[in-house]
């Protein structure tokens, strides 16, 4: 707060600020309350219709839940959620009300936020009844205030106790925590990302050697970064070179090649000014052209450099299937799956023919090009082509964008910025 506005507040500001915060928190825990019941309502009314596989155990997350898809994604369009964070909030609220019964009476009463019980349903519902019973016995008078050390403590128990093997299988999974965790999502413009590893000791020992000795060789070399620098150059270097155990070592000519994918988003101009930004295919980060530079100027590196289509322009073929050129144009231009608030990528996503192709007469209609492809998650392209979920591409100003509407009628716009409720 600006320095003048502080030094005119009364006396007793503070004091009537925080009574005013204190009222609209219980105003906003009031009306997560009232939410988490109503999504509970929705859950248990949309149970699943067809389970194909009525003789096994359930495989998919939905299953567990018994919530039924299409369902789970309309639930999310309408609260703004992506599809993950529709279903894990509709599960959440139904196993509270369907197998937390104390728990649950508490949440209506007020008495246990909506947080807190979220936070113990979401350990509770992916095991069997016997589980959930026995957490919501022990656990339901404390819920306004149990640590979460006490909820793991009491989920593990009733693990121990109601599912020995799914118990025996966390502690061999908590003794072995092995693991490296490379975040490429996480990269900024800079290029560069955080690795985290456990792991053994040995060979936390070996590693530590070798960045060390490619630390140095690469000093000798004439590098004249500090080590901490060169220990990361040498973790690359390693990645590039030990490609292989003993059973199948790669040439010496794949041991030393460095792969790049670049898309290069820049005009003839940018490019003659030496200024813009690139992107690399494998983390889909913007990079500057220096750092591009710095790439590929790093000896054995090849480099694939595939200029960016015009997306405006429309490319078909007679054939069903896209050529690999339209299909690049398409997951350029859309970026995600083009569903209401669908965040996965479009280069793993179906291309969806907007129009239905017509395999007699493929001349008749629905033609496979830029114009009539979109890229749809699988999920999204499932229930387009068989849950009643339908759209279309209209121009606006901020590009091409789609007007979908879904069974219960409400429209959403997704364009290339977000989407946008409409009713």
Known sequence: MPAALHDTAPPDADARTLTGLTE??????????????????????HPIVVWTRADEEPETI????????SAVAEFACATGRTYASGLA??????????????????VLAGEVSVWRARLIADRTYCRNAAVAEYVDARLAAYAHSCSFAQLDRTVAAANAAHDPELAAEQARAAADGRRVLIGTSTAGADGMVEVYATLDAADALDL??????????????????????????????????????????????????????????????ALEAGVGIGRLENTRIPVTLDQIRTWCSVAGTKVTVRPVLDTGTVRHTDAYEATPMIREAVVLRDGTCV??????????????????FDHAHPARGGPTSTANLTALCRRHHRLKTH?????????????????????????YLRGPTGTTPLD
Not at 32 to 45: M, N, S, W
Not at 340 to 356: F, M, N
């Open 89 to 106: 909030y509709l599960s959440a609220a139904k196993e509270c009300a369907t197998r937390l019964p104390r728990l649950w009476v508490r």
């Open 208 to 269: 530590d050697k070798a960045l060390g000795q490619v630390a140095a060789d690469l000093k000798a070399a004439g590098s004249e970064d500090s080590l901490d620098v060169r220990r990361s150059m040498a973790l690359g270097e390693l990645g590039r070179k030990q490609l292989a155990l003993d059973f199948g070592a790669p040439s010496e000519e794949a041991k030393n090649r460095r792969n790049l994918t670049l898309y290069v988003h820049l005009s003839q101009a």
């Open 387 to 411: 849950a009643g979920w339908t759209y279309e591409p209209i121009t606006t100003p901020e590009g091409r964008s789609y007007l979908w509407t879904l069974p219960s009628s409400h429209r």
């Open 62 to 69: 939905e299953e567990v839940a018994g919530i039924d898809e």
């Open 339 to 356: 569903a209401p608030y669908c965040t996965h990528s479009a280069r793993g996503a179906d291309l969806d023919h907007i129009e239905p």
């Open 24 to 45: 609209l928190a219980g105003d906003a825990e009031a009306a997560e309350r009232r939410f988490f019941i109503g999504a509970a309502t929705y859950a248990v009314a």
